[in-house]
């Protein structure tokens, strides 16, 4: 089992800047992927960004560009800086890791959430 503490929603203004904070509570070189994901009221969970353990990352179009998604392995910790943030990013953000469980099943884990609304 793994527990995943975030940190770092909040309410900002249209154009401002947020960063979360997400600490696993196993070694961060366990998880086969690390990321997070949105969800605004009356939709569906989406993908905003993820990184691998490799270091590949993969990024929502609509985040392209204002989110970056980093690891600090010293801390053990994944961040997600959001910069130029806009109304529509208004949702529920989750941190998510992806454990490999066999050769080809795949276990996620996810985080209580994180509010963050973007006001205009």
Do not use: H
Request: hydrophobic share 30%; proline share 2%.
């Amino acid at each position: 089992q793994v527990q995943l503490v975030e940190s770092g929603g909040g309410l900002v203004q249209a154009g401002g800047s947020l960063k979360l904070s997400c600490v696993p509570s196993i070694n961060i070189f366990s998880i086969n992927r690390m990321g997070w994901y949105r969800q605004a009221p009356g939709k569906q969970r989406e993908l905003v960004a993820t990184l691998t353990t490799g270091g590949i990352s993969n990024y929502a179009d609509s985040v392209k560009g204002r989110f970056t998604l980093s690891r600090d392995n010293a801390k053990n910790t994944v961040y997600l800086q959001m910069d130029s943030l806009k109304p529509e990013d208004t949702a529920v953000y989750y941190c998510n890791a992806k454990m490999r469980t066999s050769m080809s099943t795949y276990q996620d884990y996810w985080g209580q959430g994180t509010q963050v609304t973007v006001s205009s």
